[in-house]
């Protein structure tokens, strides 16, 4: 499986963005799909999650009701919708697929995709 994460680029605070990533590749039996993010100095961290049969959402509590999640499995594409930026929303954007059932861990996931950059400006 090969992800390519695009949609990233210098927002002002207050503004959307949209981030795709796009899959190629072996994808059946990928149970779900997921965003982390990872700002500079700090680790790695669980933003949303998507069970790619069922459409079922996980979101980190502090994200919910800004961030949004989805997919289109007929372009075997996922999409995260990013409202209201705040300028601590700054980091390299990952998106990721897993074949297991514990979503939001980073360990639980198999493949990632190179990252795009969000830079929200105040």
């Known amino acids: 499986v090969q992800l390519v994460e695009s949609g990233g680029g210098l927002v002002q605070a207050g503004g959307p963005l949209r981030l795709s990533c796009a899959a190629s590749?072996?994808?059946?039996?990928?149970?779900?799909r997921g965003w982390f993010r990872q700002a500079p100095g700090k680790e790695r961290e669980f933003v949303a999650a998507?069970?790619?049969?069922?459409?079922?959402?996980y979101y980190v509590d502090f994200l919910k009701g800004r961030f949004t999640i989805s997919k289109d499995n007929a372009k075997n594409t996922l999409y995260l919708q990013m409202n209201s930026l705040k300028p601590e929303d700054t980091a390299v954007y990952y998106c990721?697929?897993?074949?297991?059932?514990?979503?939001?861990?980073?360990?639980?996931?198999?493949?990632w995709g190179q990252g795009t950059q969000v830079t929200v400006s105040s």
């Open positions: 998507i069970n790619w049969i069922y459409g079922i959402t």
């Open positions: 590749g072996r994808t059946a039996g990928n149970y779900a």
């Open positions: 990721a697929v897993t074949t297991g059932v514990r979503v939001t861990a980073r360990g639980e996931y198999d493949v």
